[in-house]
Nanobody, 117 residues
């Protein structure tokens, strides 16, 4: 059974840093791509950062230069390093995983990030 578990969220002051982790387990297939998404109250879910197994990445404009996504295949873990956090980064952050050879994608339950003074 595939499990996707996020962690690392919390309360941080503006300008602070957090590192989110997304641990993926239980699939017989290799990881193809992982996206970090976020959803703030009353807003649509949006893609924050995306990484493929060829290490190519993409970011939404508002986080470029502040957030970094990385994939540790040995640990089946994807990280989202978030620097210079802003109040508008406050949201629930979730992981979405695509596997090679599988048509189904998987979501974690998310981790809350709150940026406030």
């Amino acid at each position: 059974q595939v499990q996707v578990v996020e962690s690392g969220g919390g309360l941080v002051q503006p300008g602070g840093t957090l590192r989110l982790s997304c641990v993926i387990s239980g699939s017989p297939f290799s990881i193809y791509a992982v996206g970090w998404y976020r959803q703030a109250p009353g807003k649509q879910r949006e893609l924050v950062a995306h990484i493929r197994d060829d290490t190519s990445t993409k970011y939404r404009d508002s986080v470029k230069g502040r957030f970094t996504i990385s994939l540790d295949n040995a640990k089946s873990t994807v990280y989202l390093q978030m620097n210079d956090l802003k109040p508008e980064d406050t949201a629930v952050y979730s992981c979405n995983v695509d596997f090679r050879g599988s048509v189904q994608d998987y979501w974690g339950k998310g981790t809350q990030v709150t940026v406030s003074s």
